[in-house]
């Protein structure tokens, strides 16, 4: 069985290397410049970053599967903005009286609106997959336990049973197809029944494993070693810089974004820079990893030849 998309893989990629407060830094610029603007090129790029570290970071499955859910949750908020929001002086189209919506009338601002909403859960859904496959949820744990033991159990049992569920579903959906033509379809409704009851059976056994471990106790915590990695310096400082930088422009009026009552996006030399910034500065942890190795793997290949 293929595991999830947004199952962890441990990979020897700087991002997995990285303890789990350097990549939460990284990642959560890209959140924090999804929060900062509302213009959707610096949206696009923010998206663009998060893609492109999950990429350089091996986990391409979990930005595709994360796009996919993305892009479908974005068409139905701008649809359902476009017909419940009449603001904005360019109406694209007049659809009559409805019931419940009353006189709808679909304009490019109401549109424009949804689709800045629509970008920031997409930049949002995107950072989420490429933590949930990057960050080893048990070194969450570790790290977070000694402050906020019950909420580190919890955060890290989602990140844990978020993937299986993903599994299960696909598991389910797998062996409505194996049941033979003569069998009747199984709908969504069934599936998600079944995939609902299997998901509670699992959460009661995992509470009882941990009531048998001892998780209900109150007890002394274990202070361990802090998990560190030559890779923090390079992700926490490229996650400052993207989010000073986001900052700075956002103070500065840069890549401003209105719309109301006509849609009027700034894209100057200044929101572009902004905007080509992001994915370099993602991009730059991974390709300062790379030249690292190169340099390293240099000599060995010139020790090997002289000795040849």
């Known amino acids: 069985?293929?595991?999830?998309?947004?199952?962890?893989?441990?990979?020897?990629?700087?991002?997995q290397l990285a303890s789990p407060i350097a990549a939460v830094a990284f990642l959560g610029s890209f959140v924090v410049v999804a929060f900062l603007f509302s213009n959707p090129i610096v949206l696009c790029a923010a998206a663009a970053g998060a893609a492109?570290?999950?990429?350089?970071?091996?986990?391409?499955?979990?930005?595709?599967?994360?796009?996919r859910a993305g892009l479908a949750l974005a068409l139905l908020i701008v649809v359902?903005?476009?017909?419940?929001?009449?603001?904005?002086?360019t109406v694209l189209a007049r659809l009559g009286e409805m019931p419940l919506l009353g006189q709808v009338n679909v304009t490019a601002e109401a549109l424009g609106a949804g689709g800045v909403?629509?970008?920031?859960?997409?930049?949002?859904?995107?950072?989420?997959?490429?933590?949930?496959?990057?960050?080893?949820?048990?070194?969450v744990l570790r790290l977070l336990r000694p402050f906020a033991g019950r909420s580190a159990l919890s955060a890290t049992l989602i990140s844990r049973l978020v993937p299986l569920a993903a599994r299960d579903a696909a598991r389910l959906r797998e062996a409505a197809g194996l049941r033979g033509p003569a069998a009747a379809p199984a709908?969504?409704?069934?599936?998600?029944?079944?995939?609902l009851a299997g998901s509670l059976d699992r959460a009661v056994d995992v509470a009882a494993t941990l009531e048998l471990r001892g998780y209900g106790l109150a007890g002394t915590s274990v202070v361990r070693r802090r998990d560190r990695s030559r890779h923090d310096a390079r992700f926490v400082i490229a996650g400052t810089m993207i989010v000073v930088a986001a900052?700075?422009?956002?103070?500065?009026?840069?890549?401003?974004f209105d719309d109301y009552p006509t849609l009027r996006v700034a894209a100057g030399a200044s929101a572009l820079g902004l905007a080509l910034a992001v994915p370099l500065l993602a991009a730059a942890p991974f390709a300062l990893e790379a030249q690292r190795r190169r340099r390293v793997r240099r000599p060995l290949a010139v020790a090997e030849a002289t000795r040849a």
Do not use: Q
């Not at 995107?126 to 949820?137: K, L, R």
């Not at 956002?250 to 401003?256: D, E, K, N, Q, T």
């Open 1 to 15: 069985m293929i595991p999830s998309p947004l199952a962890y893989v441990p990979r020897r990629a700087p991002l």
């Open 52 to 67: 492109v570290a999950g990429l350089l970071a091996g986990a391409g499955r979990a930005v595709v599967a994360s796009l």
């Open 80 to 89: 359902v903005n476009g017909l419940v929001t009449d603001r904005g002086e």
């Open 117 to 139: 909403i629509a970008l920031r859960i997409l930049v949002a859904l995107i950072a989420f997959g490429v933590y949930s496959a990057c960050v080893d949820p048990d070194r």
């Open 187 to 195: 709908g969504r409704g069934p599936l998600a029944r079944r995939l």
């Open 247 to 256: 900052v700075a422009a956002r103070v500065a009026g840069i890549a401003a």
